[in-house]
């Protein structure tokens, strides 16, 4: 997976392969370097590059070129969606990543990308379709929610496009409102130290949960009411799976600070940290409160 900012790196340098005396790989769309595929699904959504005939109207091409680009393209190829790179899917991260940063609202934070990306400009990128990977492997919980809100919002404008009638959804609203500060507090629990948090990135695998310090990250869950933090642990790794498995309370915090401020979501999770310091001390009990 790569982000907005590795987009526009230069294609990296030609280096001639050496003679193995093997045959060579059969010649298909798999077999592309990385920024070569990416800069044929750049050109599906230029206009000018790969003009249409069968759209009149600007807006609406570009609305159901991107609409293509989401939907169509999973039944072309696996790779255009699947594995380390994800390239569609990064296209369209980047293409709606300023309207959606645009939709949080303070005190929130956000970083849809907290885990380091492969860049364009490195030699090695190609795509190996026989070793694609977990696509939720190392994704970030707000990652997550930003894929969310880009279908969210291409298909709502694809409705709006096609009828002016279309009133739309709370789809939006309650992405920001419930998914995306937990989220976004769920990834900072790996600034949390390592006695306390164990993080997905040295334990993409975690053990079966229990009550004991350091919890692994995997398994944690943060949910919100308008005046407590609750940090939950999972039966199972909550970016794996859908439902169900059953969850246990761990601790829950005050969101509001002593002046009736709603704390940041970097000072409730430092709030959660303490809290789980008390408990390694024995100050606070398993399931407890702490205001």
């Known amino acids: 997976m790569y982000t907005h900012s590795s987009i526009n790196a230069p294609p990296p340098p030609y280096t ?3 003679h193995s005396g093997r045959p060579s790989a059969k010649p298909c769309i798999a077999n592309l370097p990385l920024h070569i595929v990416h800069r044929i699904l750049i050109f599906t959504l230029d206009q000018k590059a790969t003009p249409s005939k069968f759209w009149s109207d600007p807006e609406e091409e570009r609305v159901r070129r991107l609409w293509g680009m989401f939907r169509g393209l999973r039944g072309v190829n696996r790779v255009f969606w699947l594995g380390k ?3 569609a899917t990064s296209i369209l991260r ?3 990543l300023p309207s959606y940063l645009a939709l949080v609202k303070s005190p929130y934070s956000s ?3 907290p885990f380091e990306s492969s860049s364009l400009a490195s030699a090695s990128l190609s795509i190996d379709p026989y070793h694609l990977g977990d696509v939720y492997a190392m994704r970030g919980r707000e990652t997550a929610v930003l894929d969310k809100f880009v279908a969210t919002r291409v298909g709502e404008e694809l409705r709006r496009m096609e009828s002016e009638l279309s009133e739309g959804s709370e789809a939006e609203r309650d992405i920001f ?3 995306q500060p937990s989220a976004r507090s769920e990834d900072l629990l790996s600034t949390l130290p390592q006695t306390l948090i164990t993080p997905t990135t040295l334990l993409p695998l975690p053990p079966a949960p229990k009550r004991a310090l350091p919890l692994p990250q995997s398994l944690l869950s943060i949910n919100f009411t308008p005046t407590w933090a609750q940090l939950y ?4 790794p909550v970016a794996l799976t859908k439902a169900g498995g059953g969850r246990e309370i761990v601790v829950e915090v005050r969101r509001v600070d002593r002046e009736g401020k709603m704390r940041s979501l970097e000072g409730t999770v430092r709030m959660i940290g303490e809290a789980l310091e008390d408990m390694r001390r024995g100050l606070v009990k398993w399931g407890g409160r702490v205001g």
């Open 16 to 18: 001639p392969l050496a």
């Open 85 to 87: 790179f994800e390239v």
């Open 94 to 96: 980047a293409h709606y």
């Open 111 to 113: 970083d849809p990308f």
């Open 177 to 179: 409102r419930r998914l």
């Open 233 to 236: 642990i999972n039966a199972s």
